[in-house]
Nanobody, 122 residues
C-alpha cells in the first residue's frame, strides 16, 4: 500500500502565501513523478504543477510565476509554494504521485492524497 499525506492548507488573504507539503510512504520502489492538482466547487479537477524524478516541472498557465513545485531531499516528498494567491486559487488541493511499488511493476500506479483545503479570501 502507498499513502500520500498532505499538509499546509488553510485560509489566507489575497496576495498572501501558503506552502503545501506531501509525503509518500508505504510500499515504494520508485517514484516517477509527483505533483499537485486542485478542484474548486462545481469544477473538474485540474493540474496545478508536477515534477518528475529528473526534476522536470510543468505548471498550469494560471499559476506560472506564482507557484513553485519542488521535491524534498528524501525524494518522497513534494512541496508547493504558492505566492500572490488569488481568490480563484480557492480549491481542494490534491497531492498526486506516479509510483512503482515493486521492482517488477510493469505499469506504475497513480496515487492520490486525501486533499487539503486552500481558501483565499479577505
Amino acid at each position: 500500500q502507498v499513502q500520500l499525506v498532505e499538509s499546509g492548507g488553510g485560509l489566507v488573504q489575497p496576495g498572501g502565501s501558503l506552502r503545501l507539503s506531501c509525503a509518500a510512504s508505504g510500499s515504494i520502489f520508485s517514484i516517477h513523478a509527483m505533483g499537485w492538482y486542485r478542484q474548486a466547487p462545481g469544477k473538474q479537477r485540474e493540474l496545478v504543477a508536477t515534477i518528475t524524478s529528473g526534476g522536470g516541472t510543468n505548471y498550469a498557465d494560471s499559476v506560472k510565476g506564482r507557484f513553485t513545485v519542488s521535491r524534498g531531499n528524501a525524494k518522497n516528498t513534494v512541496y508547493l509554494q504558492m505566492n500572490s494567491l488569488k481568490p480563484e486559487d480557492t480549491a481542494v488541493y490534491y497531492c498526486n504521485a506516479v509510483i512503482s511499488p515493486r521492482s517488477n511493476t510493469v505499469i506504475p500506479g497513480n496515487y492520490w492524497g486525501q486533499g487539503t483545503q486552500v481558501t483565499v479570501s479577505s
